[in-house]
C-alpha cells in the first residue's frame, strides 16, 4: 500500500552534488513528516535531515550547512539536494515517514530529535571518492 521509492544516488568526487529524490504514493494524507536517513556497511543508521510539514527542517550537525532537504507537495516527492560531498557521506540513503496508521516504528536520531517512522523505501547508494 504505502509506498517510497529513492532515486538519485551514484558515485561522485569529494567536493561534488547529487540530488536524491523519493517518491511516495500509497496514503491519502498530504501532510507527515519526513526525513532522509542513511547507513554505511558496519556502522549504525545516521539520521540526516528532517522536514515537518509546515517546512521547518532539521538536520544532522554533519550534514548542516552541506544538505537541504525539501519536499513538492503537489507531487508527494521528497528530495535531498547534498553539496561539498565527503568520503564520509559514503552510504545508502533512505527515506522515510511517519504516516498515521498503527503499523510499529522504528526510531532514528536526527540531531536531537528521535524520529519515529514506519515505512521507508529500498535506498539508493551513494559513494563518494577522494
Known amino acids: 500500500q504505502v509506498q517510497l521509492v529513492e532515486s538519485g544516488g551514484g558515485s561522485v568526487q569529494a567536493g561534488g552534488s547529487l540530488r536524491l529524490s523519493c517518491v511516495a504514493s500509497?496514503?491519502?494524507?498530504?501532510?507527515?513528516?519526513m526525513a532522509w536517513f542513511r547507513q554505511a556497511p558496519g556502522k549504525e543508521r545516521e539520521g540526516v535531515a528532517l522536514?515537518?510539514?509546515?517546512?521547518?527542517?532539521w538536520y544532522a550537525d554533519s550534514v548542516q550547512g552541506r544538505f537541504t532537504i525539501s519536499q513538492d507537495s503537489g507531487k508527494n516527492t521528497l528530495y535531498l539536494q547534498m553539496n561539498r560531498l565527503k568520503p564520509e557521506d559514503t552510504a545508502m540513503y533512505y527515506c522515510?515517514?511517519?504516516?498515521?496508521?498503527?503499523?510499529?516504528?522504528?526510531?532514528?536520531?536526527?540531531?536531537?530529535?528521535?524520529?519515529?517512522?514506519?515505512?521507508w523505501g529500498q535506498g539508493t547508494q551513494v559513494t563518494v571518492s577522494s
Open positions: 500509497g496514503y491519502s494524507g498530504r501532510r507527515t513528516v
Open positions: 522515510a515517514a511517519d504516516i498515521p496508521d498503527q503499523t510499529v516504528r522504528r526510531t532514528v536520531v536526527i540531531g536531537t530529535f528521535w524520529f519515529n517512522y514506519n515505512y
Open positions: 522536514i515537518e510539514p509546515n517546512g521547518s527542517t
